[in-house]
């Protein structure tokens, strides 16, 4: 992975990371179907206004007609469907610790990967994720622990949980349909097209769901950053790393997420930061640099031994 690739990928982790702030924001008063259909439709109208400013949209027009199904059944597993199960999660759980569960993600694609497109993992790409995966637990156990009633309390805290966990498989899968079906669709007629398509999917489910009453100016300053931010600009980064470096190492934002979603969850909704979370965060960026490529070898690998 390129620098240039690596810059993005951290990109992608602070905005991702900052949807889950949104979300905390804005899903008590909208609920959770309103919420993600106008996170996906603003999120649509922005791509669909990029292409526009490209001199692409007939072009890219005609690709999402003739990949229509496609382009819908990503829209579904890897915005309308996740979407709505980790806003639902939020209305238990604290935005750093559903951040934090979303890192199983590169966990469920590597496995769907490997069963499904016969992917191969390497050595040091399985190590890279074990670590990884390691700092998630440390993370997830110190939210648990130090955030009574927030986590993993009663069947709500267990409910969410497994909303959350259900929403990274989700995307897992999806990243690699994307890879089987859409590899030959440039990265913004894809993030559009499938933003369309989640859009149609919840649209008439925020219709009839739509809250009674009114909502304050925060909660839909919080979808016009989800809807902007968070969609349309994120979704065109993820595709594009997707088509440059593979699903796989695309979906590894996923470790860098958790640090970005405790950061901003810390500075503006004063969740707590522990000294576990910060070694949390540590390990995880370690097996984030591995599972990317970011590191090519272990420092102790390749070393003669020494004879006097």
């Not at 470096?245 to 500075?267: D, E, K, N, Q, S």
């Not at 522990?274 to 590191?295: D, F, N, P, Q, R």
Request: glycine fraction near 10%.
């Amino acid at each position: 992975m390129s620098p240039v690739n690596l810059l993005q990928l951290v990109c992608l982790a602070a905005l991702w990371g900052a949807s889950f702030l949104f979300i905390r924001l804005g899903v008590a008063e909208f609920g959770v179907a309103p919420l993600m259909a106008l996170r996906v439709g603003i999120g649509a109208v922005f791509l669909v206004a990029m292409l526009l400013g490209r001199r692409q949209f007939s072009s890219s027009l005609a690709i999402m007609r003739k990949r229509a199904l496609p382009l819908l059944i990503v829209g579904i597993l890897n915005s309308a469907a996740p979407f709505c199960l980790f806003a639902y999660a939020e209305l238990t759980l604290s935005a750093g610790a559903t951040s934090v569960i979303n890192a199983t993600t590169p966990l469920w694609g590597a496995l769907v990967a490997y069963l499904w497109l016969k992917d191969r993992l390497t050595t040091l790409r399985t190590i890279g994720t074990t670590i990884g995966f390691a700092g998630v637990l440390l993370l997830v156990w110190n939210q648990i622990e130090g955030s009574p009633g927030s986590a993993g309390s009663g069947a709500a805290g267990v409910l969410a949980a497994a909303a959350a966990l259900a929403a990274s498989a989700l995307y897992g899968v999806a990243g690699n349909f994307a890879k089987k079906y859409l590899m030959d669709v440039d990265a913004m007629t894809n993030a559009a097209g499938s933003m369309i398509g989640a859009t149609l999917v919840l649209a008439p489910i925020a219709f009839v769901t739509w809250p009674a009453a009114p909502v304050s100016a925060p909660a839909w300053a919080a979808v016009l950053a989800l809807g902007v931010g968070c969609t349309g600009i994120a979704y065109f980064i993820y595709y594009h790393l997707v088509a440059v470096v593979g699903p796989a190492r695309a979906m590894t934002v996923t470790f860098v997420i958790p640090l970005f979603g405790i950061l901003w969850g810390a500075l503006f909704l004063h969740e707590r930061v522990s000294l576990v979370m910060l070694e949390g965060c540590a390990v995880v960026l370690a097996g984030t640099a591995l599972a990317t490529g970011a590191i090519k070898r272990l420092p102790f690998s390749g070393r003669r031994k020494l004879v006097g």
